[in-house]
């Protein structure tokens, strides 16, 4: 599935868009933080929930469940959320 990755994080995969295969969003994340080393402690911290500053979509709906089931045609886009004065 298509996995649509910001800017901040452009720096793991080296691409706006990477594929990515797993059952739920879990799932992914773990195959994207074996081929991209780091990544997805820069997205879930370690009580294994999404960390304030990212947003993540499947299908266009945000989700706060990482074990949400996923089909082969569904889309991932993470979005990081940006801050300052």
Same mark, same amino acid.
């Given at each position: 599935?298509?996995?649509?990755?910001?800017?901040?994080? *452009?720096? /793991?995969? @080296?691409?706006?868009?990477?594929e990515a295969g797993g059952g739920s969003v879990a799932e992914v994340l773990s195959e994207?933080? *074996?081929? /991209?080393? @780091?990544f997805r402690f820069?997205?879930?911290?370690?009580?294994?929930r999404v960390r304030p500053h990212i947003r993540v979509f499947?299908?266009?709906e945000q989700i706060f469940d990482l074990r949400r089931p996923l089909g082969p045609s569904d889309s991932i886009h993470i979005v990081q959320a940006l801050s300052g004065g």
């Open positions: 599935m298509k996995v649509l990755i910001p800017t901040p994080l *452009r720096s /793991y995969t @080296g691409a706006r868009e990477v994207l933080d *074996r081929r /991209y080393p @780091g820069r997205m879930v911290d370690e009580q294994n499947v299908n266009g």
